[in-house]
Nanobody, 121 residues
Framework: QVQLVESGGGLVQAGGSLRLSCAAS????????MAWFRQAPGKEREFVAAVSWSGSSIYYADSVKGRFTISRDNAKNTLYLQMNSLKPEDTAVYYC??????????????WGQGTQVTVSS
């Protein structure tokens, strides 16, 4: 069982930056990969980025590659998403998710409640 709590969302102007955090509790944090997803109004939830248990394997959606950076601190049981050069189309609720396995498998068994990111033009 893993509990996930996101924070760090807010309102920012286009071109600005935000850093999201996801605090995990319950199951040992280093036992599983983690990912970020987002869902914009009227759209389906989409994959943003994923990181393996050690941080050695990282994946990004093409839409955020070069602008977003996913990382994790296993000592603090926390996942991060540094978002730079934000665009209005990045506006969405951002969710963190715990993968079932140590490396990215695309199957998730726990989700956070989400944090709103709004980018104004």
């Amino acid at each position: 069982q893993v509990q996930l709590v996101e924070s760090g969302g807010g309102l920012v102007q286009a071109g600005g930056s935000l850093r999201l955090s996801c605090a995990a509790s319950g199951r040992t944090f280093r036992d599983y990969a983690m990912a970020w997803f987002r869902q914009a109004p009227g759209k389906e939830r989409e994959f943003v980025a994923a990181v393996s248990w050690s941080g050695s394997s990282i994946y990004y959606a093409d839409s955020v590659k070069g602008r977003f950076t996913i990382s994790r601190d296993n000592a603090k049981n926390t996942l991060y998403l540094q978002m730079n050069s934000l665009k209005p189309e990045d506006t969405a609720v951002y969710y963190c998710a715990a993968d079932r396995y140590e490396y990215y498998s695309g199957t998730y068994y726990s989700w956070g409640q989400g944090t709103q990111v709004t980018v104004s033009s």
